[in-house]
C-alpha cells in the first residue's frame, strides 16, 4: 500500500521505436526511454517513428523491502534460455 500520494506530472516524448507488440520512447529532456507494450498507447493514426506522445506520470515507490521470489525465479529461468 502506498503511503505517498499521487503527484500527476504530465510528460512527453518522441516514438523511436515500432515493433509488432511495444513502442519505444525518447522522453523530451534527456529523462531516459520508455518501451511499452504496443495496446497501452491511445491513437487515432497510425504509429510512426518520429510522432510525438503525451502522457501523465507519477513517482514509483517501493512498496517494501520484500523480494517476490517468484518473479526473481522467472527472471533467472527466462535468461538461461
Known sequence: ???YTD????MEGIIVEVHDGAVGI???GRLGYL???MRMLISDYEIKVGQEVGF???FIEQLGPAVNEKYVSNIQKHKEL
Open 56 to 58: 501523465n506520470m507519477s
Open 26 to 28: 525518447d522522453l523530451k
Open 35 to 37: 518501451k511499452i507494450p
Open 7 to 10: 503527484r500527476l506530472i504530465y
Open 1 to 3: 500500500m502506498p503511503k
